[in-house]
């Protein structure tokens, strides 16, 4: 009985160890997800939140479940994937230059897709209103 209780207690203290580990991380595919949500990212905005939300998963998985060689080969690919399109989709890469722009308080020129320090503001009909 001793010895089923210390087991009981270990595997909840790896599983909390696991999720102080897996809870960050869903936090910043969360705010990546929304990050991305804009103009730019349109095309590819569908297939990056549902890499996101596989990814997601998987981490939550992770922290519950035992995983097998198949799984951790899912999560490969799954993560090559996030990757790939993190550092080589160029409307995730916009996406990121726009958020970026926006932080700073400079303008997003939608046209020629730079960020713009002497514009007061952008619209589609006088496009960039100067300072």
């Known amino acids: 009985m001793k010895e089923q209780v210390k087991n009981l207690c ?22 990546e997800a929304f990050v991305t949500q804009n103009p ?24 519950i479940v035992k995983f097998k060689l198949k799984h951790y080969l899912f999560s490969a690919l799954v993560i090559t994937a996030f990757l790939q399109m993190y550092f080589f989709n160029i409307h995730i890469k916009r996406a990121h230059y ?3 722009c926006l932080d700073k308080g400079y303008v997003w020129d939608y046209d020629q897709h730079i960020c713009r320090t002497d514009c007061l503001t952008w619209n589609t009909i006088q496009k960039c209103v100067p300072l």
């Open 10 to 31: 270990l595997k909840a203290l790896l599983i909390g160890i696991r999720g102080i580990i897996v809870f960050p991380l869903i936090v910043a595919l969360i705010y």
């Open 40 to 63: 730019e990212a349109e095309m590819s905005h569908i297939q990056y939140v549902a890499i996101i939300t596989t990814l997601c998963w998987i981490l939550v998985l992770w922290t």
């Open 98 to 100: 726009l958020d970026n």
